[in-house]
């Protein structure tokens, strides 16, 4: 099996389970939708809607996950303090880039067992300085990030 295998399998598994939310009505902030039949009184429905939403909510995620891998890396950079005191990179053309709050990016960082991985985060401040949601324990001078075309 190789990894293409994975992800097509993955695909195959998403547009079934998103033609079930549309089937369903199904959102995470409203639950099931008006299009399925519910009888209000009866705890067993009651009792099985709550499970179908929980179930049908990784679904959801997994959708918002394979829509985000989609997108294809700009490039890889090291963060650094710019003059304006934001943490930016400098791209290919020498251009530069500061980051402001809420702007999404992926992190390298190590996890608990010590393994570099990427993380996706947002740069934020907190009154005193800039820092990641992910890890705002993190020093972010020379941290490694990759950035992705439209996800910025």
Not at 12 to 41: K, M, N
Not at 77 to 101: K, M, T
């Amino acid at each position: 099996m190789t990894l293409n295998d994975i992800f097509n399998r993955l695909e195959s598994i998403d547009r079934e389970a998103q033609s079930l939310i549309f089937d369903t009505g199904f959102s995470c902030d409203d639950g099931i939708g008006s299009s399925v039949c519910l009888d209000p009184g009866d705890p067993q429905d009651a009792y099985l809607q709550d499970a179908a939403e929980q179930l049908l909510e990784p679904f959801e995620a997994l959708h918002e996950e394979l829509r985000y891998l989609r997108h294809p890396f700009r490039s890889e950079y090291a963060l650094e303090r710019q003059p304006n005191g934001r943490f930016g990179y400098s791209d290919e053309d020498g251009l530069i880039h500061s980051f402001h709050c809420g702007q999404r990016l992926e992190a390298r960082i190590r996890d608990r067992n010590g393994r570099l991985r990427w993380v996706r985060s947002r740069i934020e401040h907190d009154g005193h300085d800039f820092y990641l949601t992910a890890r705002p324990d993190l020093p972010l001078d020379h941290l490694k990030i990759r950035i992705k075309e439209g996800c910025v």
